[in-house]
């Protein structure tokens, strides 16, 4: 049974950081990609960060760049993203995702909740 679980989410004031950690079971970690993902309030999901399945190349939207750091840990199987001057736009559930390299099969955690606010 393969598991995805993120933590580390929580209330934050603007300029602040947080660090998100995201824990899979029940697969061959170093066979998947790992992204980042977020959903605001009547927004569509969107991609925030996205690390190869070796840790070699990451990608970042346009709108984290130089604010956030995806990292993984293949011997752990997690994967974290450090954010930095958060902003108040930065609220919203954000998800780990697991994408395989080969078949594309993705799993997904709940969420957890980062909230920006003064």
């Known amino acids: 049974q393969v598991k995805v679980v993120e933590s580390g989410g929580g209330l934050v004031q603007p300029g602040g950081s947080l660090r998100l950690s995201c824990t899979v079971s029940?697969?061959?970690?170093?066979?998947?990609?790992m992204k980042w993902y977020r959903q605001a309030p009547g927004k569509e999901r969107e991609l925030v960060a996205g690390v190869t399945s070796d840790g070699g190349r990451k990608t970042y939207a346009e709108f984290v760049k130089g604010r956030f750091t995806i990292s993984r840990d293949n011997r752990r199987k997690t994967v974290t993203l450090q954010m930095n001057s958060l902003k108040l736009e930065d609220t919203a559930v954000y998800y780990c995702?697991?994408?395989?390299?080969?078949?594309?099969?993705?799993?997904w955690g709940q969420g957890t909740q980062v909230t920006v606010s003064s």
């Open positions: 029940g697969l061959t970690f170093h066979y998947y990609v």
């Open positions: 995702g697991a994408e395989e390299i080969t078949t594309t099969n993705e799993y």
